[in-house]
């Protein structure tokens, strides 16, 4: 994923559904709506260079196992 697009910011929220799939020992229901209401947050933004840092950070979040909860 590059930059912002709103592509690439379907993708990372269908990448980071399909991850919370797999988690152990946190309530996946809790994980789907966190997921969603960040995504929701963020949908307000206007300035691009805040749109990338929401996408790096939803990013670094996927590829370090969700934060250290997997």
């Known amino acids: 994923m590059g930059s912002w697009s709103p592509g690439a910011v379907l993708e990372l929220y269908r990448a980071l559904l399909r991850a919370g799939r797999h988690l152990q020992y946190t309530d996946r229901n809790y994980y789907r709506r966190a997921v969603a209401r ?3 947050r963020c949908q307000a933004l206007t300035v691009p260079e805040d749109k ?3 996408l790096k950070r939803g990013q670094f979040f996927l590829n370090s196992r969700l934060g250290g909860l997997m």
């Open 38 to 40: 960040e995504f929701r």
């Open 52 to 54: 990338e840092e929401a």
